[in-house]
Each structure stands twice: as C-alpha cells, then as structure tokens.
C-alpha cells in the first residue's frame, strides 16, 4: 500500500508540473515569506470563500514560531515554491519515529491549480521516507482539493478533528480530579517521563516539543501521577503569560495525553480550577472525533464547535480516545 501511494503521488506531480516554477529548500530568511503566503491562503479560505470574521485571519508575515522549530529538527523537510522569484506556496514536514507527519502546505489563491501543491507535498513525503517514515498523517481543513490531493498521497480520512470553543469555567463542572496533579517544569527527569507516556499514548518520542512548548511557548504543563510519583497523563495550556500570539483569548488547552480516559477528565478539571479568577476566559481546544469522552463531557458544559477539519493517515497510530492535539502544525 505505501509503495503504491509513492507512485501514485509521484505520477500525479509530474502529470501537472507547471514549467516556469522552481523550487528549493527553504531557509531561515525565508520564514516571512512563507508566513504571508500562510495568511493570505487562510484567509481566502476563511474569509472570501468561508464565513470568519475577517479580524480574526490576519494578513501577516510574522515568522511563525512552529516553522522554526521545525526548521531546526527536520531542516530538510520544508520547501518553498517561486514563480517569476516570487514565493507562491510552500511545504512542511517532520520525522518523528515512523511518523512523517505534514505540518503545513499552502499555495497562494492565484498559483492554485497549477500542480504546486502536488509537488510542494510530493518533495516534502520524499524527505520523510528517505529518513525512514512508514505512516504519513495530515491534519487537513475542510478544504476538498486539500483532502483529494492527501488522498492521492497515500493518506485515508481517519476521524473528524473538531476545534470546541467554551469558557474556562465549564471545565470546573468536570468531575473532580483524582490522584496528584502537579506543574512540571523543565528537566531531564520530566522531559523523560513525557516521552514514555507519549510513546504509550501518541506512538512516538517528541522531546523538542515538549522544550518548545515550556522553554519558548511559556505553556503551562500540568501532570497527573500516581502515588509512586510515576505520571499518568500530562495536559498543556496558555496563560496571560506566555508567549505572544498565545496569550490572548481565547486561550488554548493542549496537546494532552492520558493512560486513560478518567485521568483525560481529570486533567481538563485542573486547567479549569487553575484559571482561576481568569475563568469567564474562552478557551479552545483541538479533539479527535474518536474521543467520545472528551467530545461528550465539553460538550455537556456549554462547550460549542467552532470548526472541524480532518485527520487522515496512511494508517491509524497511537490513541486518539485519549489524546488532544497541540493544533495542526505539530498535532
């Protein structure tokens, strides 16, 4: 099956290669540019062909902090198209494990339809199995030529991703917690002790999230562990404290991962009694649609769908019933 998807992807990019584009690895100093094609792609996605506030998608080239991060670990896995020595679009992608999971892919509105994505994505998965990936996934928008083009890749529509939105008070009508939860703090002992429970739970080792999300993000990371001190389930979160643009409402909750459902609750109880004061704050959270527990319990304390997307993979991997994303980016 993944030797059939390569071919299939390869033949597809060739078929609609655009004579005139170039393409190359992309740079550091290339971060602005890509992050304004990123902004301008969402925003006719959002804005002109969806419904969302237009204040809500700005136009920006801000670098993107998730993009270097990524460009720091897996430097040969972003590309960047150019037409006439304009950027036009640009792909994604990182290596963790057997994982070769695809980050971000836009081509600006007026270079669509030309073969750029097919080619952006195509450049990009072949960098991940040269590293030795086995299972490709996305986390993919509504946006059907999206879905078509991952479909062509080698990649099968898995579960519905749903963004929920609610005020951090409804989290505090969550049973009450059970066992210890603590605030962990950078080290090697607790960096160790996330990767054993994301390699239970999420099928794989990401040690340079885990730093990107405490030492850069400023995410606040809450733990559940046992009486043996062993950690049950970790939960992240933003505050008026971390980084920009994570601090501002609404505040988001994630990645979480728990060895099992009734720690999940548990920790989203602890985020709801640690804002506080700051309770009538929105917050946003990211929850595959095979987490009945999590969808069922938010939905039950005022929590709304604000948007849903798709995840979809070569083949399943880890366990989604008791996991919730970081976002799309790094899942």
Not at 144 to 168: C, D, E, K
Not at 298 to 320: A, N, P, Y
């Amino acid at each position: 099956m993944e030797t059939r998807g390569d071919v299939q992807a390869e033949q597809f990019s060739e078929n609609r290669l655009s004579v005139g584009i170039t393409y190359r690895i992309a740079r550091e100093d290339d971060l602005s540019a890509m992050r304004l094609v990123q902004s301008k792609s969402l925003y006719d996605l959002l804005v002109t062909r969806g419904r969302t506030d237009p204040a809500g998608i700005p136009i920006t080239d801000e670098p993107s902090s998730e993009m270097r991060l990524v460009l720091r670990t897996d430097p040969k896995l972003l590309w960047i198209a150019f037409e006439g020595g304009r950027p036009i679009g640009f792909s994604v992608g990182f290596v963790r494990g057997a994982l070769w999971f695809l980050s971000d892919l836009f081509v600006l509105p007026e270079a669509q339809g030309k073969g750029v994505g097919a080619e952006l994505l195509n450049r990009c998965l072949a960098g991940g199995l040269k590293r030795g990936a086995r299972i490709r996934a996305v986390a993919s928008s509504h946006d059907n030529s999206a879905r078509v083009l991952y479909i062509r890749a080698g990649m099968a529509p898995r579960f519905p991703l749903m963004t929920l939105q609610g005020a951090a008070r409804g989290l505090i009508d969550l049973p009450e917690t059970s066992g210890k939860i603590r605030q962990i703090e950078p080290s090697k002992a607790s960096f160790r002790k996330l990767g054993d429970l994301d390699e239970m739970i999420w099928g794989h080792r990401r040690a340079a999230e885990h730093r990107f999300w405490l030492d850069e993000y400023k995410f606040t990371c809450l733990a559940s562990t046992d009486k043996s001190g062993a950690m049950l389930g970790y939960a992240y979160h933003s505050t008026a404290a971390s980084r920009p643009p994570w601090d501002c409402v609404p505040r988001r909750i994630g990645p979480l991962a728990a060895r099992s459902t009734r720690i999940q609750m548990s920790l989203l109880r602890a985020i709801g009694d640690a804002f506080g004061r700051d309770a009538d704050d929105r917050v946003e959270v990211q929850i595959p649609g095979i987490n009945m527990s999590a969808l069922t319990a938010l939905f039950g304390v005022g929590f709304k769908i604000d948007h849903v997307g798709q995840f979809m993979s070569s083949r399943m991997f880890g366990r989604f019933d008791r996991y919730l994303p970081s976002g799309g980016t790094l899942l």
